[in-house]
């Protein structure tokens, strides 16, 4: 059980795809938005019953329908005693709607928030997510590559900054997962050749296949040893299993009409 975790969700009751801004959109394809909140309430569950983590609600807003993907948020540190999150910038107008809801809840929460520079552009743990020690950020699609010296500078970590050249992963949490400390698991095809060896040097490896990439099995919450993925993706499942975790899989087919999954859908707090 993973009790010591505690992530942000938000209720799909404004869900809907109303704007194309990524690759996945369109609106000849909209969710079912009665079975995109049955998705969402079976990934509630298996997150705070089978695995056991506290899970803290925002409620979205009627305007804001993408807020559901709260990863978006910004990025939560704790230092000691103290909250703190570096909200998000979004590039595109159509999410800005979300900053105000998510600053009103973390100053409700006790958190120290802290915005990017105005012309920085940022979408939080979508582009930032922790290998260890080691913080990856990603860069072109959403959040500006200037977005990552301005991190470094207010968290004090190392910060690896790697580019993503295909629109149909557009945020980091689409391509790259840590399961554990030093260990990347990453599909190659989001990244330049750059990004790639800089991945590859510096962690131990996992290669997800690009059909399950497309699953976005790299949208996966990680939960000490139990990881939250989409359902569609045996192999690294497999691969997860062998090496001692336990994979809970949830349908996410509704949302991934929307360019999410699972980690799209949960922020650590």
Not at 59 to 78: C, K
Not at 138 to 153: F, P, Q
Not at 218 to 238: E, F, Q, W
Request: net charge negative.
């Amino acid at each position: 059980m993973s009790s010591e975790f505690t992530l942000l969700m938000c209720a799909p009751d404004a869900f809907d795809l109303k704007y194309e801004i990524n690759s996945w959109m369109s609106i000849e394809n909209r969710p079912d938005v009665t079975l995109a909140a049955k998705q969402w309430r079976e990934l509630h569950r298996i997150i705070s019953n089978d695995v056991g983590a506290t899970v803290e609600l925002v409620q979205q807003e009627p305007n804001a329908p993408d807020m559901v993907f709260t990863a978006n948020a910004g990025l939560v540190v704790r230092e000691n005693n103290d909250k703190r999150v570096l909200l998000s910038r979004f590039m595109h107008p159509e999410r800005q709607v979300e900053v105000a809801p998510f600053r009103a809840w973390f100053e409700k929460h006790g958190y120290d928030c802290t915005e990017p520079p105005e012309t920085v552009f940022y979408e939080g743990e979508g582009d930032s997510l922790w290998c260890g020690d080691t913080l990856v950020t990603g860069y072109l699609k959403r959040s500006d590559i200037t977005s990552h010296n301005w991190i470094a500078e207010q968290l004090y970590c190392e910060v690896l900054p790697v580019e993503l050249v295909d629109g149909r992963w557009y945020h980091l949490d689409t391509a790259f997962f840590s399961p554990s400390p030093g260990v990347a698991a990453y599909y190659p095809g989001a990244f330049d050749t750059y990004a790639r060896d800089v991945i590859e040097s510096h962690f131990e490896t996992i290669k997800v296949v690009e059909e399950e990439a497309l699953q976005f099995a790299c949208n996966s919450v990680v939960l000490g040893k139990d990881i939250v993925m989409p359902s569609g993706c045996p192999r690294i499942g497999a691969e997860l299993r062998e090496r001692g975790f336990t994979v809970h899989t949830a349908d996410m087919s509704e949302f991934l009409k929307a360019g999410g999954a699972c980690k799209c859908l949960s922020l650590f707090i």
